[in-house]
Every structure is written in C-alpha cells, then in structure tokens.
C-alpha cells in the first residue's frame, strides 16, 4: 500500500501552485514531502510557470524536520539542500503564502522563497538549539535575507517570535490579515511584468549585492544595454506610447 499523497501541485493561468498537506505531522520536512515538492517542482518547471507559491494545509506552514525519521538511520540532508536551491535558483519568482506557524527548518523553506507573505498572527520559532543541533542547512537562505545580529537572539534562545518582529528584521516582505489577497495582488503584478525582465530582476537581486562596485556597474551596463534592445523593450514602450497592455500580460488577451 503506498502512501498517501502529501503535496500538491495545480497549474492555472502560467501559475503554479504547490500545497504542503501533510497534516498529522504539521507539514515536516519527512523524505515523502521532500520527494513530492521535488516532483511539484518538476512539474512547475514543464509547465514553464511564471511564478510558484508554496501554500499550506492545516495549522501550520511546516514544523521543521520530521524528527522520527531523523533519529532513526543516518541523515541524509541532500533532499533538502536542493529544494532550497530550486527555490532560490529558478528564474521564476517563489511565494510563500503562510497561515500558520513555522518552526525550525519551515523558515529555511520560507526563506528560500523570493517572497513571504504571511499572516499577522503567524508566530515563527528556530528551536534547533533546543534539540541539540543547528539550524545549520537553513542558515545559508535566511542569513542572505537577514543580518546576523537580528536574527542572533532567536537562533541562539529558540524563542517565539512574531509575523512584526520577521518583517522588521527581513526575514519576510508581507504581514497582512488577508493572506490570499495579497497573493492575488502580488501575482497580478508579476504577471504585468515582461517573463525575461522578471527572470533577469529576480537573478540580479540575487547577485548585485555580491558584486565589487565596478563590476556591478559593467555588468549591469551590459544587461542594461541588451534589454533596451530586445523585442521586450521594443514592445512595453510601443504599448506604453500606444496606451495599451503589452502582449505578455494576461490581461491584454
């Protein structure tokens, strides 16, 4: 008897759509959910979507690492480490859209998502210390949203902290009551931007602040320069001058 399916993926409109439903154990990073967000992501990449949100049944986004699997065998972290690169390397945008509490390796899946919407009564903890282990892996995604010294307290203690407290330190960029209006509001707006230019920004936010000044510059230059001479470029001015939505948005058809 095989397991039942723990994580779903649904397409609509170039939007993919990936639902955490593994709910006897809030969403915890088990070797099934692993393996499922893997094959959800398979799917939104054939499928060419121009954006992914990973949304959630249940109480909570994810309660971290299935701690049953982990202390029985070996650890095996790779499953995970290359689902927070998926998520920050596809040229698309990655939404998180959370209602419910995130604990210990959910934020590392959170932050690996471009954009965190979440809703204002989410708390969100990093409770590793208090196992006896580090929040090691989800350092890398949340260490390049956050300054160390903001996050320090927290990773340190384990203690709760609240949706205010993860806006104002960067760990999130969307504290609202209404947590599927804002999704629809940032979507709208993606889908109005040009999928190269989308691509493109997504990769420099990434890169720009790696960058020594003068090559930020001359690479920027570059790219700058090949834009404004593309067929994006050609077609969002001709619709700005002509008073019209350009062809890549939705709704222009």
Do not use: Y
């Not at 399916?5 to 959910?33: C, F, K, M, P, Y």
């Not at 054939?46 to 909570?60: F, K, L, S, T």
């Not at 998520?87 to 419910?100: F, S």
């Not at 209006?181 to 493109?200: E, F, K, M, Q, S």
């Amino acid at each position: 008897m095989t397991d039942a399916q723990i994580v779903r993926h649904e397409s609509s409109n170039g939007i993919s759509t990936i639902t955490l439903d593994s709910q006897h154990n809030r969403n915890a990073l088990s070797r099934q959910l692993l393996a499922e967000l893997h094959l959800a992501l398979d799917d939104a990449e054939q499928q060419d979507a121009r954006a992914v949100i990973i949304r959630h049944e249940g109480p909570a986004f994810c309660a971290g690492a299935d701690l049953k699997e982990r202390s029985s065998g070996p650890p095996d972290s790779g499953p995970m480490v290359s689902a927070l690169e998926r998520l920050m390397d596809t040229p698309r945008p990655t939404i998180a859209a959370v209602n419910g509490a995130v604990r210990a390796g959910g934020l590392g899946l959170m932050a690996a998502c471009d954009l965190v919407v979440v809703d204002e009564s989410v708390t969100f903890a990093l409770t590793e210390v208090r196992i006896g282990v580090a929040a090691a892996i989800i350092s890398v995604p949340i260490l390049r949203r956050v300054p160390a010294g903001k996050i320090a307290a927290a990773m340190l203690t384990g203690e709760v902290f609240s949706a205010t407290d993860a806006r104002e330190m960067g760990l999130i960029t969307h504290v609202t009551n209404d947590v599927s209006t804002t999704i629809d509001d940032l979507i709208n707006g993606i889908l109005a931007g040009a999928p190269r230019a989308v691509a493109a920004t997504k990769a420099m936010l990434h890169r720009v602040p790696t960058l020594d000044r003068d090559i930020g510059f001359r690479e920027m230059r570059s790219l700058s320069e090949e834009f404004f001479s593309g067929p994006d470029a050609a077609e969002g001015m001709a619709a700005f001058i002509e008073k019209r939505l350009p062809s890549w948005n939705p709704a222009a058809k």
